[in-house]
């Protein structure tokens, strides 16, 4: 087992276990999953979209009705039903086959078939400036930051004059030095990662779930770069991560 691959890692979640994989609550492990538990991972769905709309038409636009949106690591489609119930076109990206094929089951199941369910490799078939709404929440944490720096730019091109962007970004681990040291190990060495999901009582070949931090220095120089203005923030902490949720608006050039 190599370390350190996120690609791969979120290829193993969407096989193995690709609702705990969105949120890790031992409820959503496969071995845990009953009617119970999906009709709960759904409802979070629903919640966290109400406040997006609320917050966006509270402090950014307060006409706000989007036509098309796109969520950004959608995995199994938690937050696709709930955002194609207020748009007329909903777009999920994500990197994960498996996750992909649970989200198409879940949008057929809970009528919500017309949505559309991309790879990631599939993104640049979007055109510029097309979306009313471009979102992703707790999925950049996931990816490593120079990546994820070129993705923030493609998906903010990807926003339409007056549009609006609702992006979720961990900008700083708060653990211990020797957790954030025991996790270096487990990125690079596979042995240590397989080791110690042992003596959690996991498989050993149990996937990784790399978290990143990114500087917001070079996040706000991409919004600014990208023409986004009007921003709200929303502090978030989980597990010593902190992170923010940034609401914005694209304006048009001759207004910067």
């Excluded at 409820?27 to 538990?37: I, T, V």
């Excluded at 955002?83 to 199941?109: F, H, P, W, Y």
């Excluded at 490593?144 to 923030?152: A, D, K, Q």
């Amino acid at each position: 087992m190599i370390a350190g691959n996120p690609d791969r890692d979120w290829q193993m979640w969407g096989k193995v276990n690709p609702y705990f994989g969105v949120l890790t609550d031992p409820k959503y492990l496969n071995a845990n999953l009953n009617d119970d538990s999906l009709q709960e991972f759904f409802a979070s769905g629903e919640c966290h979209i109400e406040h997006v709309y609320s917050v966006i038409r509270d402090k950014i636009r307060p006409d706000f009705q989007p036509v098309q949106v796109l969520d950004y690591g959608c995995g199994v489609g938690r937050l696709i039903v709930p955002l194609s119930k207020r748009s007329q076109t909903v777009i999920g990206i994500d990197v994960s086959r498996g996750m992909l094929e649970q989200a198409r089951k879940n949008c057929k199941r809970l009528g919500t078939a017309s949505a559309r369910l991309l790879h990631v490799d599939e993104m640049e078939t979007l055109a510029p400036a097309s979306l009313d709404l471009v979102h992703s929440f707790i999925v950049f944490q996931h990816i490593p930051t120079t990546r994820g720096e070129l993705i923030l730019r493609k998906l903010l091109a990807l926003i339409a004059e007056g549009g609006v962007g609702a992006i979720h970004i961990t900008y700083a681990d708060s653990r211990s030095g020797f957790r954030r040291g025991v996790t270096a190990l487990r990125q690079r060495i596979g042995l240590v990662h397989g080791l110690l999901n042992l003596v959690r009582h996991r498989p050993y070949s149990t996937p990784h779930m790399q978290m990143n931090s990114y500087s917001m220095n070079r996040i706000f120089e991409i919004l600014y770069d990208s023409r986004c203005s009007n921003l709200h923030v929303e502090f978030s902490s989980h597990s010593g991560y902190h992170g923010a949720m940034l609401y914005f608006e694209k304006s048009p050039r001759a207004l910067l």
